[in-house]
Each structure stands twice: as C-alpha cells, then as structure tokens.
C-alpha cells in the first residue's frame, strides 16, 4: 500500500488469521453429503438446469451477483458458528446488535413528513404521531435544503414544495409547535454537514428557549459529505476538505454537548438511489465511516467516544435475500473494523445501527398501487435483516411527496409486519439458512474489497475529489437504465404485465397556497425584530472560526441564537471556504 | 434544418437530483445531438443559454414540485425574448399526469413523466424539431 500504510483490509487479513476455527459441520458428513449432492446434481437435476446453475437476479439498484439453484451446507463447509454468527447481542453481531432485538425494542417507525411551511407540517407531523409513528423525520425543501433563504431570489416558485421551508430558529420552533421535544426522537433531515451545522443549531436553539436542556434531545441528523458533495445537483459547492472538516466539527461538537443524538448517519440511501449497487453503497458509507473516525482519533478524541453513536443510513430494494445479507453483512464487516482496526472497547461501538428507507427508485409511476406491495417487501427485507428504524416509500412517489392517505399507509405497512406477521418474535429468523449464509460471506468480502479500493484511492474524500465516486454511479444508472430499456430488469406494470387502458387516476397531494409569501413575510418580520448587531456580530465571529479552522459549530449556535437566517450563515462558508466545481458526470 | 439538433439541458431552480437529466443527456448525445448541460438554473439563466448558444432544443428537469411555477416563467420568459416559436420545449421529472397536460397547455412541446425511455424522448425531440423546420 502505497505511503506504507495499511487499508483495512490487510489490517483485518492481518489480525484474524490464524484464530482457531471449530467448524460446526461434521467432516465425515460434508464428505457424505458432497458426493450425494454431486450425485444428485447428476441425476435428479435437469440438464437445463445444471448449465444454468447460476442464475442472477436483476433489478433496480441490485448488485448482479449470480445465485445458485439451491444452497447446501456445502456452501458453507467451515462455517464456526462463533466465529461466523454469534449469537444476537454477542460478536460478531452478525444476527442482531442485541439479544432480543425486536421484543425488546420494536423498530423505530419514522416517516419522512416535509411540505408547505413550518405550521403545515406540524400539522402532518401531529397526524403521524396521533396514527402510531414512533419517530419524526422532518424533510426540508430545496431552499432549505441548498442552503437559500425563501426570500432569496434563487428560492422563487420552489418554497414549501418536496420538504418544509424553514429560514431561521422561530421556523423551527413553529415547526415544533406544541411537540414535546423532550418525549419524541427527531431525525432532523438536514443532509449535509454544512446543513447540519446551520439548521440543528436552530433546534438547539429552540430547545434552549423552551427551557430544555440538550441533553434530554434524541434524534439524528445526516452531516454526510456524501450528499453535499456527491449526490446532489446544486449552484454552489464548497470544496469538500472543507465540508468533509465541518462533518467532523459536528460530530465533535454534538457528541461533546447533546449527548443522546446521532450526529451522522452514513450514507447509505441517497447514494444507492442516485444509482449504485448495494455494494458499493456500503462500501462508501464504510470507508466514510473510517475516514471520520480516523479524523477524530487525529483530533484527541477517543475511538469509543464517536464510535458508540455512528449510525448508518441504507436503502432496501427488491432483491429481498440480497437486502436481508448485506445488513447482516455490513454488521459483522463493521464489527470486525471497530474491534480489529479501532481497537474499540465499548460494545456499543461495535454495532452497526442503521435507520433505512425503502428504495423510492424502485417505485413505479404506471399503477402506482403495485407500489404498495414493492415497498411492502423492501420494508420487510430491512426487519429481517435486523434494521433499527425504519420510512416506508409511499405509492405515489412517483407523482408528489405522499397525501396523507398514502403516508397513513407507508406507516400501516410497518405496523402491520410488527403486529400481525410474527416475524418479529424470534431473532435473526433467516439466520442458519444455507442461502442466507453464503450471500451474506459473499457481500462481506464484496464490501471490503470495495473499501480497499477507496482507501487505494487515498481515501473517501481523495476518492470524491478525483471524481471516481461520481463516475462510477453515472456508469452505474446509465447501464441500469439501458438494462431496463432492453427489459433485463422486469418491472410489473411497465415492461411486463403490462395494462391494456388507461387506469382511473390516484389522487395526487396539492401543495397548500400561498407558502412563498408567507415565509417572506415572517423573515422581513424577523430582519426588522432581531438585533442586528448580534446577528453581524455572530455572522463576524463565525467567519473568523472559518479562517481560522475552528470547529465552527459553537459560532454557528450562536448564530442561530442571534436569530441569523440559513442563507446568511451559508454565505459566511462560501465567503471563507471558496466555491468548488464538482466532476462533470457525462 | 442546420446539421446537428443543439439541446440546451438545465435543471430547473435548486432541484437536487440529477440522475434522469444526466441519463438523457447521455442518451441525446448518443443519438447524435449537441447536447450543453448547464446544471441548476432560473428561467431567465436558461433563455439566455439558449439564445448564446443557439440552441434548437430547451429540455428541463424537476422533480422537486416547481414544474408549474418555473416551468410557466420559463415559457414566459422565452414569450418575452421572442423565442417561443423558435426553440422547442420539453420537461422531464415527477408529477403527475394531470399537470403533465397543464405544462403542454402552458406551452411545453413534450412532456415526460417518470419511465420514460431514451428512445421515446429522441424520437419526440426529433419529430418536434422536424416539424418546426
């Protein structure tokens, strides 16, 4: 390895060779079973079906690895169940981060909620609460979003449309109005680490006027580098050393001062949809993942303070065994990266706790009740890979964020699998299967192989900079949509299965009017009421710690404080860090 | 009809996604078209790309909800600079069927909702151009 250091990979190679193995399987049987299988390979099995062996699934955003017809214990001739599975709550976590998984704490039921302004998704948030979600998951709009006051002239004809518009602290507190912050778990959608650092400080701050002290706030927010720099389309960008800085500013702060939040869920979702495999898509929030670590550890900090609350973010598909190995897979591959190349010596540090949301490009427009059914068992896939929390897509995806009716349903289909289906009462119920086993080995070392190639690079963030991770998810969904076109990838409804006639129209949600001018109206309200000298004070201050590379979450907070808007924070970063010209993808 | 079609592919204000608009993008460039990808911009930003370059074809892409806010001021804005008659204008993205109909209402030429092939958006592109001369 190029510099002398070692990629995880080595380390890992490294470190676990030579453990003693006690493999489960009987020598004498596995000889039995090998020539009897091999026999029957022979007789019983069509000849078709024996040059056919392999077959592989395709389908959205899958990883095209070839399957066999059946899987025997042959697949797994040395498996030691120790060393391989453990049990639940015990390394290598393979079957589940806690003994009882789901009859100790049932999957967090978390709906994305996001359009209008701030008092319209109060409104849908009380709605989902009052149905049975357990968690808020509040999504911003594209000016929120990128960063753009709703008075900006940028914003025009876009606030309140796919997320919440949300300018300054009062948003957030008339967002929240009425919720007990104290009580509910919130996933903040902030995205990016620059987001993060503008618009979790206007929570904070809110909980600071309500009287509530931070450390009795849970939740999450994203701060991934991976959707600043990657995975979005915006007008301004800052270079990302820089943005990859403030991901790590906010860990630090966050961990540091309101100790029950997440302060990154790795990414996972967003890059998967914009179009990679499920490999690939771990692979990155892995290497992202040990590159922040790695940066804290530079920082002073110890590897258990951070690692006991990274959390990851992933997307579950229609490749259903292939959804429930890799969470499994990622699982023991985490594991064995916190214990072996951290040297990480809470338990807590060792699990790989993930939120996931069921994959909205695997949605169809054409009969978007099918929808229901797709999601249905992406969903389903996630809890039987042993997800911690979980949204649902909604059937309308393909039109609009969800009516109420559609997001009633996204939250009926969680519910439903915990309280009707039972699968939610024994652990890790695939775990053992010969299938399951083998594709779970089998996308460990995928995803592995695949950090190793990363960390070559010079890393996750050498890695954004080169332009690699961008070319290769646009030669990834070019493909995928080439696959498609030629009907590799069967979609039911589409290109298979396909209706004769028109089918009656669903019912699509209208965004409530006049969103635009009202948020303009509260910011002119806020420009003229605040003071402005503490506001440009602030804004001062947080320049500064800019060009200075301090960890500019404390002047940030202060911001908020002061009543400064997103847009006017944004700029300070732009001002100091310079704009970057992501790779053109084409 | 001067050599190659010259389209001119923007998405439309802040919208952050970018997989569809660069699938086509690829996809007009394979069949042969001049395709200027200009990434996220306003209305007035897209006219006055497409006057600069002048281009034959205008395609945009929303998928974050403002197809009929931007997408009117982008006709609006063409209507004004004279260009309405001259350039063809086609929307991609997500919504619904019923305001795909409102955006040929308020003047898109083609409109593709989500699923839409490469080949269904070449073809429309070059009939559309094939008629306007």
Redesign the interface.
Known sequence: MAGGKSTTKEILQAKLAGRERVPLYNPEALARLRREFDHWRDTAVREQDRENWYATPHTILGSDIPREMLYTPLNNSDLDYTQDLGNSGQEPFTRGIHANMYRGREFTMRQLTGFGGPEDTNKRMKFMLEHGATGLNPLFD??T??M?DSDD??????VG??GVAIDSVEDMDLLFKDIPLDEVTVSLVTHYPSNTAILFPMYLAMAERRGISWDKLRGSVQNDITLEEV?????EYIPPEDCFRIQCDNIEFIRGNVPQWNFITLNGYNLRE??TSGITEMAVAVANGIESVEEMLRRGHNVDWIAERLAFFWSPASDFFEEVARIRAVRRLWYKIMKYRFDARSARSLWMRCHVQTSGVSL???EPLNNIIRAAYHALSAVFGGAQSLHVDSYDE????PTEEAALLSLRTQQIIQAETGVTEVVDPLGGSFYVEALTNDIEARILDEVDEIERLGGYVAAIGKGWVHRKI?DY??RE?SM??RGDIKLVG?NVYKAHGELP?IE?FQ?PQGVEERQKARLAKLRERRDNEKVNSALAALGEACNRKKNVVPYTVDCARAGCSEGEIFKVFKQAYGLWRPPV?? | MKGKVKVLLS?L???????G???V???L?DAGMEVI?I????PEEIIKAAIQEDADVIGVSS????HL??GS?LIAEAKREGLKDQIIFVMGG??????AEKLRQIGFDGVF???A???EIVSAIRQFVSVKG
Do not use: C
């Not at chain 1, 995975?231 to 007008?235: A, F, I, K, T």
């Open positions: 594209l000016p979003i990128q753009y002239p940028i914003s025009r004809g876009q449309m796919s995975v979005r389309s915006g007008p914009f179009g169809m427009r054409q393909a039109y609009s964020v646009a969904f070019s949509q498609i076109e589409y129209p699509v965004y993808l084409w | 998405k204000g802040l919208d952050v996604h970018n997989r608009i660069i699938t993008a690829r996809g460039r990808y990434g996220n911009s306003l998928l974050g909800g403002a806010t931007l001021e997500v919504f619904s069927p019923a305001d909702l989500p699923g092939t490469r080949q």
